[in-house]
T-cell receptor
Framework: AQTVTQSQPEMSVQEAETVTLSCTYD???????LFWYKQPPSRQMILVIR??????QNATENRFSVNFQKAAKSFSLKISDSQLGDTAMYFC?????????????FGKGTKLSVIP | EPEVTQTPSHQVTQMGQEVILRCVPI?????FYWYRQILGQKVEFLVS????????KSEIFDDQFSVERPDGSNFTLKIRSTKLEDSAMYFC????????????FGPGTRLTVL
């Protein structure tokens, strides 16, 4: 079974600064996907960024990028030029890409506050 | 932009009662999911549904739970006899599963069992 660990329950960052959220996972699978989801207050979860395990290049989406270290089973999210709208819960999630399984395994989340 | 919707946003029920949580997935999606989040804990997978049948379910999804797609738009989760420990946020999600693997989530239904 897979596990996902987010060791930072809460973090804060000054507007325009950079922040990194940590995520580690444990799996015996070799092919899988990793995700970061964002859940703003009282709103639904939306996908921020996705990484396929077979790709060595780190995924990037505008101000969001990941540092994927497959051997270390680490998948951190970097948010550059933080904006007030980035205030949200951030969930790291794992999906096994084999055997048609689309089940997401989530971490407990990190609550990020962007301070003006 | 299409989105997943859920009703009701908050449901209060007495222990032992049946509840039905409703979801309208994105219209061209083929895979549907239910997750739950007990307060202070992780979001947990319950069940996935494809082609009118359950494709995966977790240990949590016991005989008290059932899912149904009664028509072309709704996807429901029924809890037959609620327990206090069923109190949680229940999230519905859908995906087209054509390689993107992105699941689109609804806003959730907060279930409170008294």
């Amino acid at each position: 079974a897979q596990t996902v660990t987010q060791s930072q329950p809460e973090m804060s960052v000054q507007e325009a600064e950079t922040v990194t959220l940590s995520c580690t996972y444990d799996t015996s699978e070799s092919n899988y996907y990793l995700f970061w989801y964002k859940q703003p207050p009282s709103r639904q979860m939306i996908l921020v960024i996705r990484q396929e395990a077979y790709k060595q290049q780190n995924a990037t989406e505008n101000r969001f990028s990941v540092n994927f270290q497959k051997a270390a089973k680490s998948f951190s999210l970097k948010i550059s030029d933080s904006q007030l709208g980035d205030t949200a819960m951030y969930f790291c999630a794992f999906m096994n890409s084999g055997a048609g399984s689309y089940q997401l395994t989530f971490g407990k989340g990190t609550k990020l506050s962007v301070i003006p | 932009e299409p989105e997943v919707t859920q009703t009701p946003s908050h449901q209060v029920t007495q222990m032992g009662q049946e509840v039905i949580l409703r979801c309208v997935p994105i219209s061209n999606h083929l895979h549907f999911y239910w997750y739950r989040q007990i307060l202070g804990q992780k979001v947990e997978f319950l069940v996935s549904f494809y082609n009118n049948e359950i494709s995966e379910k977790s240990e949590i999804f016991d005989d008290q739970f059932s899912v149904e797609r009664p028509d072309g738009s709704n996807f429901t989760l029924k809890i037959r006899s609620t327990k206090l420990e069923d109190s949680a946020m229940y999230f519905c999600a859908s995906s087209d599963a054509r390689g993107s693997q992105e699941q689109f989530f609804g806003p959730g239904t907060r279930l409170t069992v008294l």
